[in-house]
């Protein structure tokens, strides 16, 4: 009896796009938000905080509103949160010394520790840890999900910019709309990741 995969490249991005579509105006409002009030200080960490866990979310099925990244819970997460990114921190700098590929594998690796953290109520190292363990086996199916939003994203961007290269106005619009749709569709399939690799079931192939 095989083991189905939690996720594949073409499933994240289909999932993805419907999740980032569908919470569009959610996560593009939560967004503005959040760059409006980021210089406030200590409102700007709850609210930093807040928009990290959009992917939990949306992973959960739940549409968000926007106004939610104010809310006072986010701010009690605070010590664990400056924790978890110094120790992301303090291991990846000695690593990306060793020709980039080990660093980048292990931002891959820890690439749902803060949603663990925030998600789970577990301590920064735990989080890393089962970061590492859910993504064991996955690193290249996320490697290439990142690696295809980028690319349609620039070749995007280079059609628009060589369409309208006559009207800069139009272009410069149009790549700002491009750049928000790759914000929506992000989030959605890092939902749609942090769901597939956190379940605690493997449904088994019939």
């Known amino acids: 009896m095989s083991v189905v995969r939690k996720i594949t490249v073409g499933g994240v991005i289909k999932e ?3 999740i980032g579509i569908k919470n569009s105006l959610s996560l593009l409002g939560s967004t503005l938000l959040w760059l409006i009030t980021f210089w406030i200080p200590y409102l700007n960490v709850g609210t930093t905080i807040a928009i990290n866990t959009i992917p939990i979310e949306l992973s959960k099925g739940k549409v968000i509103s926007p106004t ?3 809310d006072a819970k986010y701010r009690r997460y605070m010590g664990e949160y400056f924790n978890l990114i110094g120790l992301m921190l303090m291991s990846l700098i000695p690593a990306f010394f060793f ?3 080990p660093g980048y594998v292990i931002i ?3 690439s749902l520790a803060i949603y663990i ?5 577990v301590s920064p190292s735990e ?3 089962q970061s590492n363990n859910a993504t064991y086996g996955y690193k290249w199916t996320i490697f290439f999900v990142n690696l295809i939003m980028v690319v349609i994203f620039y ?4 059609v628009l910019l060589s369409i309208f290269v006559f009207n800069e106005n139009i272009g410069i619009f149009l790549a700002v709309v491009l750049y928000l749709l ?3 569709i992000s989030q959605g399939c890092s939902a749609a990741i942090y769901k597939g690799l956190t379940k605690d079931e493997v449904t088994p192939a019939e």
């Open 108 to 110: 891959i690796g820890w």
């Open 16 to 18: 993805g796009i419907n």
């Open 182 to 184: 790759l914000i929506v």
């Open 127 to 129: 989080a890393l840890i």
């Open 99 to 101: 020709m980039i590929i």
């Open 155 to 158: 070749v995007l961007l280079y």
């Open 117 to 121: 953290l925030l998600d789970k109520g």
């Open 68 to 70: 939610f990244i104010f």
